[in-house]
């Protein structure tokens, strides 16, 4: 704990410098042991920031880095080294206009080099090589005279200068407020010259996400953009907006061109959701300059989300601009088995799971067990129910068929005297039926959806019931004269086929259900059904 309590000045020695101590805080996990050696890396590297959290042995909890004496020095270096890169540049900005082009460059330093430990490790030489030899005469051709051509070029070698040093943290009041200004410039830049995205990104800087996050967004929005003819997909990124996790919205970076609409749908992992089993919202997103936002999910009685694991899906809107149509042509539907809330054949982008509602702590976990418990009582009730139905339904069934069977040796050429027997028959059978289509009637899918477990084998039993109903209708028809014999023939066949499938099926289902054990958090399962 000495080490940590020095000062700012404090220069730490190189067994200190190299000893693997540090655990960086990354998203959601951390990493290490580090040496500073391989954090002063992971800075340089942008795989960590100055205010990314840190822990060692006899730390009480985890800091921000640039709170930790223990790294003042190594964030100093690299401010210094920013702090002088702008230095460098704001001077050739200022250089005499008559000066030439290629004299006033030399002023500029062949590369941003920073030491990495005790190496001489420069950043990429070829990228900053690009900027200087093609990009700046480009832009000072397009744009302006000599002179004047100079002056842009260096004021873009400024603004790279004052991205780098936003990264490292030195420059973070000042370029906060100039942000809006600087971004279109920033834009430019890196859409003119693609490696400049490796210190310079085309989107803000977002408070509402984390930095984790925010870098998946900057690697998508400067990735590569795709072609008309290209089968891959194009690189995109997804972030969570903290600023309501009850009613969450989502960043999406893409190089897609601006305009493309996409659609973002999540959907609840049911055993991690409280009070519920299901959950599902959807809303859309246009990319801007290759940023988008979604608007809040909520349900879909505008209810705030439940708290658990969601899965974000990011796919293709059914209405696209023609340039964004011809790029996603020809990339192939995905494969593997999507959610039945997907549209068939849909284009899937991206996916990304979340925890959303509020915080996965020991009272969600009690909550979420408690939530369970009631469950487990609440699908044997269920289980119950359905065997009742079942049990009914194949007596339906079974009933009509075999009072047609008993009309006469032939139903086809029914006399007057089975007709009234039939029709007695008929009235009484209908009761139950008209019963049975109350409870079925009752069944919408929002209330399927929200009230039941078993939702799909309360569906295959009102498929099977309204089946079974459809035979006995046919048989009535036959009875009743208004059905010949060629006509009811073809019809009987297929709908008794069906009716006694889906009778079986659902028999089936049930006992599936009565096998399957809960999941490992004590939630009754469902998989299969």
Same mark, same amino acid.
């Given at each position: ?130 900027? =200087?030899?093609? /990009? ?8 302006? *005279?000599?002179?004047?051509? #100079?002056? +842009? %070029? @260096? !004021? ?61 967004? =900057?690697?998508? /929005? ?8 290209? *089968?891959?997909?194009?690189? #995109?990124? +997804? %972030? @969570? !907006? ?82 964004? %149509? ?204």
């Amino acid at each position: 704990m000495d080490e940590l309590q020095t000062g700012p000045q404090a220069s730490p020695n190189s067994a200190d410098f190299n000893a693997k101590r540090w655990f960086i805080y990354i998203v959601d996990h951390h990493e290490g042991p580090f040496s500073l050696a391989e954090v002063q890396v992971r800075l340089i590297e942008k795989q960590a920031l100055p205010d990314s959290y840190v822990w060692c042995e006899g730390m009480p909890d985890w800091s921000p880095m640039n709170e930790i004496a223990a790294f003042a020095s190594l964030l100093g270096q690299l401010q210094a080294v920013a702090g002088t890169l702008t230095g460098t540049l704001i001077e050739a900005l200022n250089a005499p206009p008559k000066e030439e082009p290629k004299a006033a460059l030399a002023a500029v330093p062949e590369v941003l080099s920073i030491p990495v430990a005790d190496s001489t490790s420069e950043l990429d030489a070829a990228d900053i090589k690009q900027v =200087r030899d093609e /990009a700046i005469p480009e832009v000072m051709t397009k744009k302006a *005279s000599a002179s004047s051509g #100079l002056k +842009i %070029a @260096l !004021s873009g070698l400024v603004i790279v200068g004052l991205a780098f040093a936003t990264y490292l943290g030195a420059l973070k009041p000042v370029t906060q407020a100039l942000s809006n200004a600087l971004q279109p410039k920033l834009f430019f830049l890196v859409d003119r010259v693609p490696p400049l995205g490796r210190w310079i990104s085309p989107i803000p800087r977002l408070d509402d996400v984390s930095s984790g996050d925010w870098e998946t967004l =900057r690697t998508a /929005a400067t990735a590569p953009g795709i072609s008309e003819t290209s *089968s891959l997909a194009p690189q #995109l990124g +997804i %972030a @969570l !907006s903290t600023s309501d996790l009850l009613a969450p919205s989502f960043y999406v970076a893409s190089h897609l061109p601006d305009g493309a609409r996409l659609e973002v749908t999540l959907e609840g992992i049911s055993e991690t959701l409280l009070n519920q089993v299901s959950a599902t919202a959807r809303s859309n997103a246009i990319i801007d300059r290759r940023l988008g936002k979604s608007t809040s999910l909520r349900t879909s009685d505008g209810q705030p989300l439940p708290r658990g694991e969601y899965v974000v899906y990011v796919t293709e809107a059914a209405s696209q601009s023609d340039a964004t %149509a011809s790029l996603l042509a020809n990339i192939a539907p995905v494969t593997t088995k999507l959610p039945a809330l997907l549209p068939t054949g849909v284009k899937l982008l991206a996916s990304k799971t979340y925890f959303l509602g509020g915080a996965r702590d020991e009272k969600y976990e009690a909550q979420l067990k408690e939530f369970h418990a009631k469950l487990q009582a609440k699908v044997v009730t269920e289980l119950t129910e359905l065997k009742q139905f079942y049990t009914t339904l194949d007596a339906q069934l079974d009933s009509t068929a075999s009072v047609f069977a008993k009309a006469g040796p032939n139903p086809k050429k029914l006399g007057s005297v089975p007709k009234k027997a039939w029709f007695t028959f008929h009235k009484e059978w209908k009761k139950m039926a008209d019963q049975l289509r109350q409870s079925f009637d009752r069944w919408t899918p929002e209330s399927l959806s929200k009230d039941y477990f078993y939702t799909s084998l309360y569906t295959l039993t009102r498929e099977a019931g309204l089946s079974i109903e459809g035979v006995h209708q046919l048989q009535t028809g036959r009875a009743d004269r208004k059905l010949d014999n060629k006509e009811f023939e073809i019809k009987i066949g297929s709908a008794m086929s069906l009716a006694q499938s889906t009778l079986n099926q659902l028999k089936s289902k049930i006992e599936q259900a009565e096998k399957l054990s809960p999941s490992s958090n004590g939630m009754p399962r469902r998989d299969g059904l």
